[in-house]
Each structure stands twice: as structure tokens, then as C-alpha cells.
């Protein structure tokens, strides 16, 4: 299979951490899409994904699945005897599902609006608000204090385990800091989860 990527990207870089977790990159061959230069505009890579993005993964039979969590999921599913991200239990999908749509809604969106709207690097095809960008960044501030809060007693955000929570997240701090956006010093108990997830080997691919 085949998975177009922007390695720089977060959301690329979401997926590359899952299959990493579940001893799986060598599935895969990864191609660069370089998104400056509007390689994900051209016609060949619309036919593959006409919202456009990246990561779009490409099986052997030519079929292409979209969106960070459904290629996910399709890891999930197709290797259930490696470590499972998504949940074992009823509860443990419900609360990592709940988890996830969070972080994705009230965390990266933002993140990302804050990206696309302050920093100019879409300029060329998108009409950018800066004031839009910069309420969007007071969000993302606010969601880590309220992470700050919820991780004072855990060492996971759910399911006192690694799971796809957490890589979310992980990769949404990291990438905040392209707008300059970093953990606060007060937010001890997110730093310390910050530096422990840092530490796995699935956050260096």
C-alpha cells in the first residue's frame, strides 16, 4: 500500500505514530506530497482524495481511504493482534472515541485555524483572517489548561493506557508551537505527559 503524506504535517504525522504503536510502518511505502507547491491540487491527487488533504492511504487494489482516524481505524481492524489504540471494551471505544472527537473539535481544529489564518502559508488560496486565527489560538490555550487539569492524576489521558488519545493530543502540542503556542510553565502535570509520551519511540518516526 501506499500512503501520501506531508511529513511535516500533523495529521500525517498522527498516522505514521499509530502504525509505529502497532509495529507497522513497513507496510506501508510513504510518498511526500509537497503541499507549498499545491501538489495536493493536481488532478492525479484529487482523483485519490477531492477534499484534497493529506495523509490519503492507497491500497494495492487501488482503493483510497481519507482521513486520519478512518485510515487509523483501518489499521485497528485489520491487525487486532497488535497493541489496539482504539479500545478493547464497549467502554474503552465509547470513552477513546469521546476523547478523540474532543481533542479533534476543541484542540487541533483550532490549532490549525490558528495556523492557516496567522501564518500566511496558504495565503494563495484562501482568503486569510487574522483575528479569526488568533481567537482560534486563545482556544488552543485554553484546552491545555483544562489537559493540564485532567492529566494532575493520570499518566494517560484515558483508559490508564496509551491509545489514540493521546497521540492526538501529542502531535497538537507539537505542532502548536508553528504559532508559537507552547506549554505553559505552570502546566506541570501536561508537561510531564508531554515528556513521557515524547519518550516513546513511535514519536521520533
Same mark, same amino acid.
Given at each position: ?59 494495492? #487494489? ?5 482521513? &486520519? ?7 485497528? /481492524?485489520? !491487525?487486532?493482534? $497488535? @497493541? =489496539?489504540?482504539?479500545? #478493547? ?5 465509547? &470513552? ?7 481533542? /479533534?473539535? !476543541?484542540?487541533? $481544529? @483550532? =490549532? ?18 487574522? /483575528? ?74
Amino acid at each position: 500500500m501506499k500512503i501520501f503524506e506531508t511529513k511535516t504535517a500533523p495529521n500525517p504525522r498522527r498516522v505514521r505514530m499509530f502504525m509505529a504503536e502497532k509495529g507497522l510502518l513497513e507496510k506501508a511505502e510513504f510518498i511526500e506530497i509537497d503541499l507549498q507547491k499545491g501538489e495536493n491540487l493536481t488532478p492525479e491527487y484529487v482523483a485519490r482524495n477531492p477534499m484534497k488533504k493529506v495523509p490519503v492511504m492507497e491500497l494495492d #487494489d487501488g482503493i483510497c481511504i481519507s482521513e &486520519t482516524m478512518a485510515i487509523c481505524r483501518y489499521f485497528e /481492524e485489520s !491487525y487486532p493482534e $497488535t @497493541p =489496539t489504540l482504539l479500545g #478493547d471494551t464497549p467502554i474503552e471505544k465509547a &470513552t477513546i472515541e469521546q476523547w478523540v472527537r474532543w481533542i /479533534e473539535f !476543541y484542540f487541533f $481544529t @483550532p =490549532t490549525g485555524m490558528c495556523f492557516q489564518h496567522t501564518s500566511g502559508y496558504f495565503k494563495d488560496r484562501m482568503n486569510p483572517i487574522k /483575528e479569526w486565527g488568533e481567537e482560534c489560538g486563545k482556544s488552543v490555550n485554553k484546552f491545555m489548561a483544562f489537559l493540564d487539569g485532567h492529566l494532575a492524576d493520570r499518566e494517560f489521558i484515558c483508559c490508564d493506557r496509551f491509545t489514540a488519545a493521546d497521540i492526538n493530543a501529542f502531535t497538537t502540542v507539537a505542532f502548536a508551537r508553528v504559532v508559537n503556542i507552547r506549554i505553559l510553565p505552570e502546566h506541570t502535570h501536561l508537561q510531564a505527559w508531554y515528556d513521557r509520551i515524547k519518550a516513546r519511540s513511535s514519536a521520533q518516526v
